[in-house]
């Protein structure tokens, strides 16, 4: 009797805009080859989120914020970080990264509010997590510090040593109108330079046309030549500046290979939330316009039942049906935007489906991406190594 492992294949899927029939053996692809008519199954390469925060995730049902809006939603979560042991981050972020693992996930990076000298207790214990998971889910860290702290020559240096030390960790800041911003900036840029750091930043996450921090952060990575290395999260304002500005300004992000994170839940629920009012502006960076410039825009989920957003999921199908509907997105085109894109900046393989690549891929019941987004509740199905960890969860 043969001990081979048995070819498994899949007739009628739709890969690259067309409709293929799929085969792998011992979890490698093997055959990926066009048939006619319509297909059964949409495939993507698993996805992977370049922004959330497991540190602060699930926490919503004990401080919900007493206003609406970012600083209230920062108030209610700096109230309840007194119960910010060991054990309750491990809990919640470890709820987290199952409904991620379910999901598709094989990759995260994880901002971690790091707000005194000292590294924070969820710095080490999602250290600790990314051990325990590294054959499941690549979790990266990223230290999320107030520019005026990361950015104050006293305490800035041993912060960016500290993260330098944790092999793939990212150097990153809450950017907002700070006082001297552009020198503060520059300090944070010195240091990611020497210590070879990448950089992640919070930045302009509010409707003030007069946040220009973004701009600031376009001409360092130039002058720095980090091509490549600097991701700018959030940027709602740019929502609400001249035309004219705007343009030029994702013209030199695109120049200096800046890549723009865009958070379609949380920046739609924060930003211009009054009570009884509906909102008029939704605080989300100019997607269009910064991929037609030729910038990286990647998509991330953000918050997850905390008071930034108190609802959402671990789920990059909703992420990218959001913004589709918010931004109106080609839902094709920017397939992307959840799985190659955020993988090449995380450092991952694309992780398409091609002849010889590992099995690793999600499928969905739609003939194509119309059919995805008219039926949220299609049945899917996550491979990984070429077994369906659907039908074992």
């Not at 006082?179 to 330079?193: I, M, P, S, T, Y």
Request: glycine share 8%; net charge negative.
């Amino acid at each position: 009797m043969s001990s081979e492992p048995a070819e498994q294949a899949l007739a009628r899927v739709r890969i690259g805009g067309r409709t293929q029939r799929l085969e792998w053996r011992a979890g490698v692809i093997t055959v990926i080859e066009p048939v006619a008519g319509p297909a059964d199954w949409l495939a993507l390469p698993l996805p992977v989120d370049p922004h959330v925060h497991l540190d602060k995730t699930h926490i919503i049902s004990r401080c919900a914020p007493q206003a609406t809006g970012l600083f209230a939603a920062i108030e209610a979560q700096h109230a309840d970080m007194a119960r910010w042991d060991g054990a309750d981050i491990r809990h919640r972020a470890g709820l987290a990264l199952e409904e991620a693992w379910r999901n598709g996930f094989r990759a995260l990076r994880s901002h971690v509010d790091w707000t005194t000298p000292e590294a924070p207790l969820a710095w080490s214990v999602l250290g600790e997590l990314a051990v325990e998971w590294r054959d499941r889910i690549v979790i990266q860290r990223a230290a999320l510090c107030p520019l005026d702290l990361i950015g104050d020559p006293d305490a800035g240096p041993g912060i960016a040593s500290a993260v330098a030390r944790m092999p793939g960790a990212v150097l990153g800041a809450f950017v907002y109108r700070n006082e001297g911003l552009d020198e503060k900036l520059d300090r944070v840029f010195a240091l990611a330079d020497h210590h070879d750091l990448t950089l992640d930043f919070h930045v302009d996450e509010g409707l003030e046309p007069e946040a220009q921090g973004f701009d600031t952060i376009v001409s360092l990575a130039a002058r720095y030549r980090m091509a490549g290395r600097v991701l700018c999260g959030h940027a709602c304002a740019l929502a609400v500046r001249p035309h004219d500005a705007v343009a030029r300004v994702l013209e030199q992000a695109a120049k200096a290979g800046v890549g723009l994170t865009v958070l379609p839940t949380t920046n739609a629920w924060l930003q211009d939330a009054q009570p009884g009012r509906t909102p008029r502006l939704r605080g989300l960076a100019p997607l269009h316009e910064a991929r037609a410039a030729g910038m990286d825009v990647l998509l991330g989920a953000d918050n997850v039942a905390d008071p930034f957003f108190p609802y959402g999921s671990y789920d990059a199908l909703d992420i990218h049906r959001q913004a589709v509907i918010a931004a109106h997105l080609d839902p094709a085109e920017w397939v992307d935007a959840i799985t190659t894109l955020p993988a090449r900046w995380l450092g991952q393989e694309p992780g398409l489906p091609e002849i010889g690549a590992r099995a690793d891929f999600m499928l969905i019941r739609a003939p194509d991406w119309p059919g995805v987004l008219q039926n949220p509740r299609a049945e899917r199905r996550v491979f990984r190594a070429g077994s369906d960890i659907s039908t074992s969860l």
